[in-house]
């Protein structure tokens, strides 16, 4: 029903910034929120940001002051702003989104992407 697809992970040097995107397509009637994850090996999967129909956000701990989540609802699409970026935000992003699929029903539908690697050397 609802596809992800992500692109702007890499390599970048401590202190340097990176840009994620993530386009939500698919058959939907409504898309709650949208946002990113992330997840390093061995490691539990966090938040980093999300954004929502009503202009809200909310970020995880590690990432505030440093990361930024817009979005263009024109476009289906969330962006993910990374700067100042620290060797311990080396992880796989997941974009997520969550959606309402039909008007006649209140259900919610979660998706994930398959992920971006971004790696920030020491």
């Known amino acids: 029903q609802v596809q992800l697809v992500e692109s702007g992970g890499g390599l970048v040097q401590t202190g340097g910034s990176l840009k994620l995107s993530c386009a939500a397509s698919?058959?939907?009637?409504?898309?709650?929120?949208m946002g990113w994850y992330r997840q390093a090996p061995g490691k539990q999967r966090e938040l980093v940001a999300t954004i929502n129909s009503g202009a809200g956000t909310n970020y995880g701990d590690p990432v505030k002051g440093r990361f930024t989540i817009s979005r263009d609802a024109a476009k289906n699409t969330v962006y993910l702003q990374m700067n100042s970026l620290k060797p311990e935000d080396t992880a796989v992003y997941l974009c997520?989104?969550?959606?309402?699929?039909?008007?006649?029903?209140?259900?919610?539908?979660?998706?994930w992407g398959q992920g971006t690697q971004v790696t920030v050397s020491a």
């Open positions: 997520y989104a969550e959606t309402q699929p039909r008007a006649d029903k209140w259900d919610k539908a979660h998706s």
């Open positions: 698919g058959v939907f009637f409504q898309l709650n929120s």
